[in-house]
T-cell receptor, first 113, second 113 residues
Framework: KAGVTQTPRYLIKTRGQQVTLSCSPI?????VSWYQQTPGQGLQFLFE???????NKGNFPGRFSGRQFSNSRSEMNVSTLELGDSALYLC????????????FGAGTRLSVL | SQQGEEDPQALSIQEGENATMNCSYK?????LQWYRQNSGRGLVHLIL?????REKHSGRLRVTLDTSKKSSSLLITASRAADTASYFC?????????????FGKGITLSVRP
């Protein structure tokens, strides 16, 4: 089976812009979770989608949003980018949910200038 | 604050030596997982131990869990240069049906050839 695929791998944006990141989970996995990783804060949970519904959400402002399509592919959107949004954004899929074994993609490195 | 906190933050050993990494957490858990991350890449699941288990083995990995002390340890025996990576513990807290994994900030392991 193909692994979790995230696109693009790298992004450079300027403050105030918006960005959309994409994640294709492992075939058959219905749960997709998103994480933000920074050197200072470590790995922080953004949200989980399961069967097109947001099932859980972390403590991030409303500028961070996501959605999941019927084929389980997920997108994450960040609007009005701030310098502090620069991070590695990781997507993970799971057969059973966000509390179970997560299979991670390689991540999208976002730099906000 | 992070649910799981790893100790030490960084560890440097010689190839062939054993590496022991510790994780402490705050609330009761369903399970605890260990993940590895090579520089700038996604995380890879290593091992999961449930709250009713005390020890688990997988190849050169040995994980212990002490729920009374709310702590876990990961032992890598006969380390190799390829084990150089960051290691994270992740806990699934018993907070309801839609709980999530909470990751620690990670331990940086360097294995010198």
């Amino acid at each position: 089976k193909a692994g979790v695929t995230q696109t693009p791998r790298y992004l450079i944006k300027t403050r105030g812009q918006q960005v959309t990141l994409s994640c294709s989970p492992i075939s058959g996995h219905r749960s997709v979770s998103w994480y933000q990783q920074t050197p200072g804060q470590g790995l922080q949970f953004l949200f989980e989608y399961f069967s097109e519904t947001q099932r859980n959400k972390g403590n991030f402002p409303g500028r961070f949003s996501g959605r999941q399509f019927s084929n389980s592919r997920s997108e994450m959107n960040v609007s009005t980018l701030e310098l502090g949004d620069s991070a590695l954004y990781l997507c993970a899929s799971s057969a059973q949910g966000a509390r179970n074994i997560q299979y991670f993609g390689a991540g999208t490195r976002l730099s906000v200038l | 604050s992070q649910q799981g906190e790893e100790d030490p933050q960084a560890l440097s050993i010689q190839e062939g030596e054993n590496a022991t990494m510790n994780c402490s957490y705050k609330t009761s858990i369903n399970n605890l997982q260990w993940y590895r991350q090579n520089s700038g890449r996604g995380l890879v699941h290593l091992i999961l131990i449930r709250s009713n288990e005390r020890e688990k083995h997988s190849g050169r990995l040995r994980v212990t869990l002490d729920t009374s002390k709310k702590s876990s340890s990961l032992l890598i025996t006969a380390s190799r240069a390829a084990d150089t990576a960051s290691y994270f513990c992740a806990t699934d807290a018993m907070t309801g049906a839609n709980s999530k994994l909470t990751f620690g900030k990670g331990i940086t392991l360097s294995v010198r050839p």
